[in-house]
């Protein structure tokens, strides 16, 4: 075969069309090549856990179920008013993601400005999962704590006047005197001062009037507070200021309230010490 003299520019001509050949059979079997296939994102299979807050109720009077927040308050016929005891509250405790309720771990207490801080100790109903509590409707502030978890609430009047009549004195705690508990209920407790040779005494904002056995025992049994308050309207309370060298049995009146009291526990008037209990039926 006889090839022919190129001329220089036919000659460059032929090399740039051979090298961009070979450049295009390149590119080509650049694009021919497959992608590479991502790795798969691994998928969490573990089961999410979910939890349910525990419920809050009340009823009054078992009445329908209301839920209440912390700090709530529940409004209620408090202290025995229009004629009727008062009305009973209901808690009922919900508890939610299979919780058993531990007996050991239940409190209820409440604090006020007349009765101080007194516990309330009853047996609780357990059923399923919902733990119930009832009291009697007395103001105050509430706290009830289930397996260290604690509830905070409030029982309010629903400010109903205070009936004289058509109610007992259905309301019963002790109260107790010593060195570290000096006064309860506005009440504070004066030992005897041998220095002086002064008597122990009751001193409190409100007033006292002493009755006798008879009387106590026909108060506290009574169908109808008007036995109380008919007693008080003749009689002369008086102000401040208890001596108890003569006084087992005494009324005290204070807020608008009255208290019928018996002291069970006391060395006498005359005698150095600290130590006073009371029981208060209102």
Known sequence: ?????LHGGKL???MAAVAGAMTLGSCKDDDDDPEPTPAPVPVDTTPQKVTFPDEYKFRINNSTPVAFNAGDSIKANTLL???????????????RNNTMVDPSLVSLSLANSYLGSVKISQTPSINDSIYSVSFP??????????????????VASTGKSLSKSGRTLSNFYSVKFDKTTTSNMGITFVPYDKAEDRGARLTATGSFITIDEEHY?????????????????DAKPEDGKLMLRDAKYFIYIANGMNYVV???????SDVETSDLEMVVTF
């Open 137 to 154: 409707a007395v103001e105050g502030n509430y706290s009830l704590s289930i397996n260290g978890k604690t509830r905070n609430f409030v």
């Open 81 to 95: 008013s229009n004629g009727a005891n008062s009305d009973t509250v209901s808690i009922d405790v919900i508890l």
């Open 12 to 14: 460059l001509c032929l």
């Open 217 to 233: 025992n026909t108060f506290v049994n009574a169908t109808s507070l008007s036995t109380v308050t008919d007693f008080i309207d």
């Open 262 to 268: 018996k002291i069970t526990n006391f060395a006498g």
């Open 1 to 5: 075969m006889t090839i022919k003299a």
